[in-house]
């Protein structure tokens, strides 16, 4: 059975820093692209950042140069290092596996930043 367990969000002032956590089982995750997308309320869902395989990584204009993306295949965890926090940043953060024709998701975490 596959999973993937989100795991690092919380509340934060702005200006802050958080790393959020996906963990992954029941793949091969150095196989797999993870992505982080995340969702406001009333708003649709974004991507944030995308980490490859290959270790590629891309960001959302909106993230760019405050967020890090980061794999450990041993762990079959990626990690999302989120700093200079603002306000709209405030989501649920879903992480995204996917390789091939096989794409999970995982539940979410809720990511608050207080302005």
């Known amino acids: 059975q596959v999973q993937l367990v989100e795991s690092g969000g919380g509340l934060v002032q702005a200006g802050g820093s958080l790393r959020l956590a996906c963990a992954a089982s029941g793949i091969i995750f150095s196989d797999y692209t993870i992505t982080w997308y995340r969702q406001a309320p009333g708003r649709q869902r974004e991507w944030v950042a995308v980490?490859?395989?290959?270790?590629?990584?891309n960001y959302a204009d909106s993230v760019k140069g405050r967020f890090a993306i980061s794999r450990d295949n041993a762990k079959s965890t990626v990690y999302l290092q989120m700093n200079s926090l603002k306000p709209e940043d405030s989501a649920d953060y879903y992480c995204n596996a996917q390789w091939g024709l096989q794409n999970y998701w995982g539940q979410g975490t809720q990511v608050t930043v207080s302005s």
């Open positions: 980490i490859t395989s290959g270790d590629g990584t």
